[in-house]
């Protein structure tokens, strides 16, 4: 269908073709255009909802050309979400900027090879927050709704972090937190894989989603029903300064 505004309050998404079979364009309208490892690499697929990215788990990526805000680590906030598909058994990255060398700063969102969900914000080598699901589960091969949010404050049981998991809020293991300041990473934020084509994700990544602020367990709850069973009303989207210029949206579609 022809592309066109819709969604919510704050917010664009164009469902519909992106640019090229080597780029993705983000459906915000911000000008965001995701740029893959070659035509193809990834390759669009069908996915949940219309069309999705698929990862070849050797080297896909997608590099979306922008940098979170240099002081993501210590005090702003942000959200993630994306539907995922997957039966990969090593460590495999579906978001981040993380660098792939020491000091290793950014942020990585990665499935490990259990299966198991892991949030890490890395200040440095020796200085990160690192989160992981308790028993939740992603790589059976079954589409997924995952949720993470981060509140800013590195503090509290879990350093601030919150991961759901088909809107409900996971067990979480704090496997350590010693951030105490900020640092600044100049790694462009990528799906599919970390810092060029490290930790490449195996499977499909589809409906993603980074905003600027902390989604409510209702508002995750309300996002979930509306990919996968029934369209709720969910109101405006949180919204807070800096961070990106408000949030992107990828639909999965070339």
Known sequence: SADKAVWMKNSSVYHGSDLTTSTMNDSCGWGVTG???SANNPVEVTGKIAKAQSFDGVDDYINLGIQLNPYLVSNTPFSFEAIV?????AYRVIF????WQSPY????????STGKLRVELNQSDIKYLRVDTTTDVFNDDVYHHITVTYDGTF??????????????LSAMTLQNNN???SATS????QLGARDGSNAPFIGVIDEVRILNSVLTPEYTKASYNALFNTLVIIGSTETSASFLANYLWWTGED
Not at 105 to 112: D, E, K, N, R, Y
Not at 155 to 168: L, R
Not at 186 to 189: I, Q, S, V
């Open 35 to 37: 740029t893959k490892l």
């Open 85 to 89: 598909k997957t039966n990969g058994t």
């Open 96 to 99: 981040g900027n993380a660098d």
């Open 105 to 112: 700063i950014g942020v990585a969102i990665a499935l490990l």
């Open 155 to 168: 503090s509290g049981s879990y350093g601030g972090i919150k991961i759901y998991k088909n809107s409900v």
């Open 179 to 181: 951030i105490d300041g």
């Open 186 to 189: 100049t790694t462009n934020l």
